[in-house]
């Protein structure tokens, strides 16, 4: 059973970073397409970002792009999340996601595995 933890959320203000983690269980990395997907309350899971397997092409959602940039490091088996001048309507717990598909990454519905969640606030 693949497992994916996420780490590295936290309470920031408008303008500050975080760098989210997200580890595998094991050797995964190398052989999915990994996303970010965030959800906040009240509202459903929405895309982030994500990057093919080898991490040659990366994909963000509108609303991020220019300020969040996605790497994987498949050595480590660990995909990061550096988000950059962070906005209050960034506040949402972001998950790790793996897919075996080639396409589609920023559809929910083709990753096949998903860590917990982490936290992340930014306050105004």
């Known amino acids: 059973q693949v497992q994916l933890v996420e780490s590295g959320g936290g309470l920031v203000q408008t303008g500050g970073s975080l760098r989210l983690s997200c580890a595998a269980s094991g050797p995964i990395v190398g052989s999915y397409t990994m996303a970010w997907f965030r959800q906040a309350p009240g509202k459903e899971r929405e895309f982030v970002s994500a990057v093919s397997r080898l991490g040659l092409r990366t994909d963000y959602a509108d609303v991020v792009k220019g300020r969040f940039t996605i790497s994987r490091d498949n050595a480590k088996n660990t995909v990061y999340l550096q988000m950059d001048s962070l906005k209050p309507e960034d506040t949402a717990v972001y998950y790790c996601?793996?897919?075996?598909?080639?396409?589609?990454?920023?559809?929910?519905?083709?990753?096949?595995?998903w860590g917990q969640g982490t936290q992340v606030t930014v306050s105004s």
């Open positions: 996601a793996a897919s075996r598909a080639l396409n589609r990454a920023r559809e929910a519905e083709v990753y096949d595995y």
